[in-house]
């Protein structure tokens, strides 16, 4: 695997073992077991609360969102954030080049409900 995937599962396992036990029940055990089994032995994470002023690598907000989109998110969440994958995809393929990156404001939703999670139960 990759430097910079092992290095997001180290971010995402300290996120998660930041939040509240009753948020992260919802996560099954065998996914966060691939994440502790796939982290990065040597990486030093920082990762301290608010969580939105932390430098997250791209990678490990990606992972977050489909963590809260696949997981936390509410049933008509969940399949509204899919449907917009499913055309995100369809899309990228018609134009099959090179995309720019564009920071959806769906990352921003999710930073934002982590750090709801976060000052809620005052972390």
């Not at 077991?33 to 982290?39: F, G, L, P, T």
């Not at 917009?84 to 409900?113: A, G, T």
């Amino acid at each position: 695997m990759e430097r910079v995937y092992e290095e997001a599962f180290s971010e995402v396992d300290e996120i998660l073992k930041l939040m509240p036990i009753d948020i992260s029940s919802k996560i099954p055990q065998n996914f966060r077991q691939v994440i502790s089994e796939n982290k990065a032995v040597n990486y030093k994470t920082n990762i301290q609360i608010p969580i939105k002023e932390q430098d997250l690598k791209p990678e490990t907000i990606t992972i977050l969102g489909l963590i809260y989109r696949d997981y936390l998110a509410s049933p008509e969440i969940r399949e509204k954030l899919q449907k917009e994958d499913e055309e995100q995809l369809i899309e990228n393929e018609k134009s099959n080049s090179l995309v720019e990156y564009k920071e959806p404001s769906l990352f921003k939703k999710i930073i934002n409900f982590f750090k709801g999670i976060f000052k809620k139960n005052k972390i």
